[in-house]
């Protein structure tokens, strides 16, 4: 079961890309959004929400490919309870991207992703942040919370990604 769903803001610019590009391309971004709020609503295993690719990934390890049809991938990569949604296009797209993002860290990825709240029965808190923390007396309770990390907190509650 999933805790948290990372995105990548350029999957956001390429999706929007794909729906003006035709129509093949339109289906394969309706078929990511599906695939991510299928996620979100149920927090299912990554594999049963869509079709992986056959051979999967072998260039980098715990990279899954989704096959949206008409040549369009999704590549996304699971650490632990951890999603990251990393890229869509077409296919020589996503080769070209797993060609140049060999050597991405985690702690890459997750510095430029943001975090989607999972809905439903399977809702966890979101953990990430309260990780990093550490120290008990490094931390002030009194210092003033910015409205990112609110909207970040609260985002199950308005609906809307922080």
């Known amino acids: 079961m999933l805790k948290c769903i990372h995105l990548d803001p350029r999957v956001e610019k390429r999706l929007e890309l794909l729906r003006r590009s035709g129509k093949k391309a339109a289906l394969a971004a309706d078929k990511v959004a599906e695939i991510i709020e299928q996620l979100r609503n149920d927090g299912v295993i990554p594999d049963r929400?869509?079709?992986v690719t056959?051979?999967?990934e072998l260039r980098?390890?715990?990279v899954m490919k989704y096959d949206l049809g008409s040549g369009y991938r999704l590549i996304t990569y699971k650490q632990g309870h951890r999603f990251f949604l990393l890229y869509v296009g077409s296919h020589d797209d996503c080769?070209?991207?797993i060609e140049n993002n060999r050597e991405l860290t985690v702690v890459q990825i997750e510095e430029r992703c943001t975090v989607l709240a999972i809905h439903g029965a399977?809702?966890?808190v979101d953990t990430v942040q309260l990780?990093?923390?550490g120290d008990?007396?490094?931390c002030d309770p009194f210092t003033p919370i910015s409205e990112r990390d609110l909207r970040r907190?609260?985002?199950g509650l308005v609906g809307e990604a922080p």
């Open 153 to 155: 907190v609260f985002c």
């Open 122 to 124: 399977n809702a966890v």
């Open 95 to 97: 080769h070209r991207w």
């Open 54 to 56: 056959k051979h999967g």
């Open 131 to 133: 990780e990093s923390v």
């Open 49 to 51: 929400v869509g079709t």
């Open 136 to 138: 008990e007396e490094a």
């Open 60 to 62: 980098i390890k715990g």
